[in-house]
């Protein structure tokens, strides 16, 4: 499988656990297609669309079980998308639209003719669905609660040196978030026997400190 990478910047701050399949290009006008099952976004979601809206050109494709991705109902080709991202948060399993075997034979299709897939939140688990990830189950889990600490990311050595990183202090623990968040996320926390087949680019902290082994951030390249 050939998965493509492309420089996002700081597209990652929006979420804290995340997959990122990257590559390293630069391009002037990045177009991002934010995946739903439904019409209407979570308001998680919502606010990640809304923000990348800000600086890319930015479109909601509505995904079903027969591998259509639409926007107003009119069918959209997904090699026009630099980036399809999948930030999904509502329940504690991504909608079947996302899991039947038409849709993620198309989203492969995509990432083989050098795509770049973006996962966030409970989205992280879609790199098991799809076959990418094969040592092990992402666990599933909701995170924060009440009065959460501050909660960010740890960049690995490897980390330090990408892109993703770029206009960051990599020296220390970079905060994310405190903000208390509903919703399901996923992570590679007690992962069994072996470590993520991807890259991991950070580990997690929490309240400034190390956490409990969660892996939120690693990158695949293939």
Known sequence: MYLCKINLINLFVISLFLIVLLLPAQAADITVGLLSADKALGEVANAAYDW???DFKTTMLIVDKTGNFTTNGTKQHLDQFAVLWLFYSETDKLPDAFLSDTTMKRVIGY?????????SALGLHYVADLGIEE???????????KDPPKIGVTPTAEGKKHPVFKGFDTSGPINLTSKQQAGFTSDFHNFGGKPPGGVILATKTRGGGAGAGERPMVEYDG
Do not use: I, M, W
């Open 111 to 119: 990432l083989e003719a050098g795509g770049t897939l973006f996962l």
């Open 52 to 54: 990348a809206a800000q």
């Open 135 to 145: 040592n092990g189950d992402p666990r599933v889990f909701q995170p924060l609660g």
